[in-house]
């Protein structure tokens, strides 16, 4: 995951990716624990395959 930090607005705390505000919520604790629920997601999706053909389209042969 890209570098994050969670800071302090008032009474809210607001996740940063790099300098983009992307999640606000009420509680630094849930924060975290959106953070790190995101990261596994991410971690857990398959790496994609660079030298996988596309699927090719079955044609109708009528002859």
Request: net charge negative; no cysteine; proline share 6%.
């Amino acid at each position: 995951m890209k570098s994050y930090s969670i800071v302090r607005m008032g009474d809210d705390y607001v996740v940063q990716a790099d300098d983009k505000s992307i999640l606000k919520v009420a509680s630094r604790r849930r924060a975290a624990q959106l953070v790190s629920d995101a990261s596994e997601l991410l971690n857990a999706q398959p790496e994609p395959a660079d030298d996988a053909e596309p699927p090719v389209a079955a044609e109708n042969e009528a002859s």
